[in-house]
């Protein structure tokens, strides 16, 4: 199971953290990842970590803003975000699966991820 936990209104600018927990998988084997998808536009994969933390991937529009972190200790792996733009308002989901973190993750079949319902993020303008 994959629970997401944290979204809300933030100010143009502003910083929120995101909370993914993941029960259930072994997560150590298992790449841990944040998306957002916004109506009218595809889903789009933003950062993950592998299950070792050996591979990252950290999408362009995104760098030196947002950053994740987690661990495998059952604890949940966050998303922090910063400096957000009124256009990343967004359904923010997080996701497990056995794809490596990289261009499997991000382009491979939506149906080998465990998924959450999502959290969603308001940007104000």
């Known amino acids: 199971q994959v629970e997401e936990s944290g979204g809300g209104l933030v100010q143009n600018g502003g910083s929120r953290r995101l909370s993914c927990r993941v029960t259930?998988?072994?997560?150590?084997?298992?790449?841990v990842g944040w998306w957002r998808q916004a109506p009218g536009n595809e889903r789009e994969g933003l950062l993950c970590i592998s299950g070792t933390g050996d591979r990252t991937f950290v999408k362009s529009s995104v760098k030196g803003r947002f950053t994740m972190e987690r661990n495998n200790n059952n604890n949940p792996a966050y998303l922090h975000m910063n400096n957000l733009r009124p256009e990343e308002s967004a359904l923010y989901y997080c996701s497990a699966t056995i794809n490596y973190c990289g261009d499997a993750w991000r382009l491979g079949d939506p149906i080998y991820h465990y998924w959450g319902r999502g959290t969603q993020v308001t940007v104000s303008s």
């Open positions: 259930g998988l072994p997560i150590g084997e298992y790449t």
